[in-house]
DNA sequence: AAACCGGGGAG
DNA sequence: CTCCCAGGTTT
């Protein structure tokens, strides 16, 4: 039996080699800028490439430098990554490009343990900006460093506990090429991408196949292994929308809740659907906010599902015409002007609604 | 340690 | 429909 030794450098050996013939051609890559770099690894957390490429360019376009994007209003920075996804990552780039600029007077941090300390970095973000920057020692894991890994090696422990992330960190700096980190970083990913993916990997052309654990035994489609199992709640959402001399009440969503800091429309969430508009206007909320505003319902959408990491959203919208503002309505809410919406974030499936105008599917 | 946080594409 | 993606923060 070879040694754990050999296989390891058989591993990053042919890995290079894959590599050199193979790799993808990104917009980033070979970038120096580690500003850039940044905002390219936090666009691409949990985010496929293709996802997430348009989003880099307009970011780097409309923020050339960090200062660019610490200056700008948190608004249109949330504008800007709208439809991308987990908002907390725009906050926290935002919060970092402001502390870069005043902290930092601008210089980007280059050092590992400075890295990691800015929001929205952690240790694979940290391990990417130091190899690719600045040529520093630390192997990035991600999800195609896990799929790999467990695979060639035939690990078997999940990946998504403590002590299993541990090992499989502590493998992937074992593998490392500290003479050229940053290639070997790119390298690992690449394959994981194109090459030994999650369905139907092409192990029939790989260079690492005879030394496959997962390969040879067969275990292929069962690596990498996660141990929990991710429980989705329903909610549903009743959106109201307030028609008022051609304006429309819309809110800031401040709440501790999903989709934090962007915008939506005057909400009424209930445990199970809203079938029918008596039922409506029985609502509680309905009642409080509507009093006296000489409130018409005057139709309803579809339900419209979304899904979530952990919930799944079933939103329906409701037409309403009032007679008189009848205020206080709620003082968080804006009347905006109906050309006036597309300067503000919304959520996915309100975007949605105002491309397909799927409204109203009945009339009251 | 467990829960939470989006959206899209592939099969 | 399920799975998973250049993960991180909060509790």
New binding site residues.
């Given amino acids: 039996m070879k040694s754990r030794k050999q296989k390891e450098s058989f591993f990053t050996k042919n890995l290079l080699l894959w590599h050199k013939s193979s790799h993808?051609p990104?917009p980033?890559?070979g970038e120096k800028k580690p500003y850039l770099i940044w905002l390219?690894?936090?666009?691409?957390?949990?985010?496929?490439?293709?996802?997430?490429l348009p989003y880099f360019e307009k970011f780097k376009k409309k923020y050339p430098a960090v200062t660019d994007l610490a200056n700008a209003p948190e608004d249109e920075v949330m504008k800007l990554w709208?439809?991308?996804?987990?908002?907390?990552?725009a906050r926290?780039l935002h919060a970092a490009a402001k502390y870069i600029s005043n902290e930092l007077n601008g210089i980007f941090p280059d050092q590992y343990k400075e890295i990691?300390k800015?929001?929205?970095?952690?240790?694979?973000?940290?391990?990417?900006i130091a190899s690719?920057a600045f040529g520093l020692p630390y192997a990035?894991?991600?999800?195609?460093?896990?799929?790999v890994l467990s695979r060639y090696f035939g690990i078997e422990e999940p990946i998504?506990?403590?002590?299993g992330?541990n090992k499989f960190a502590a493998l992937a700096q074992a593998l490392l090429d500290t003479e050229k980190p940053g290639t070997y970083n790119?390298a690992i990913?690449?394959f994981?991408?194109t090459h030994c993916?999650?369905?139907?990997p092409k192990c029939g052309d790989c260079l690492l196949k005879n030394k496959c654990t997962a390969f040879q035994k067969n275990t292929i489609s069962i690596l990498?292994i996660?141990?929990?199992?991710?429980?989705?709640?329903q909610r549903f959402f009743n959106y109201l929308l307030i028609d008022f001399e051609n304006k429309i009440y819309i809110k800031k969503r401040t709440q501790?809740?999903?989709?934090?800091n962007?915008y939506d429309f005057p909400l009424i969430e209930t445990d199970k659907i809203i079938d029918g508009q008596p039922a409506l206007k029985e609502n509680i909320f309905f009642k409080k906010w509507l009093a006296g505003t000489g409130a018409k319902i005057r139709g309803v959408s579809a339900p419209m599902?979304?899904?979530?990491?952990?919930?799944?959203?079933i939103a329906r919208f409701w037409k309403i015409e009032i007679q008189n503002p009848g205020f206080p309505i709620n003082n968080n809410w804006k009347a905006v002007p109906h050309k006036n919406l597309k300067n503000f974030a919304?959520?996915?499936?309100i975007?949605?609604y105002f491309r397909k105008k799927l409204l109203p599917l009945k009339l009251f």
Avoid: C
């Avoid at 709208?82 to 990552?89: A, D, F, I, M, T």
């Fill in positions: 993808r990104l980033w890559k390219s690894e936090i666009i691409l957390q949990q985010t496929r490439v293709g996802q997430g709208e439809g991308l996804g987990y908002y907390s990552r926290n990691i800015l929001k929205g970095v952690g240790p694979y973000t940290a391990a990417a690719f990035v894991v991600d999800g195609n460093v896990y799929r998504d506990t403590t002590s992330k790119q990913m690449d994981g991408a993916l999650p369905a139907m990498p996660k141990s929990k199992k991710i429980i989705k709640r501790k809740d999903i989709w934090q962007l599902k979304q899904d979530l990491t952990h919930q799944r959203i919304f959520p996915k499936v975007d949605l």
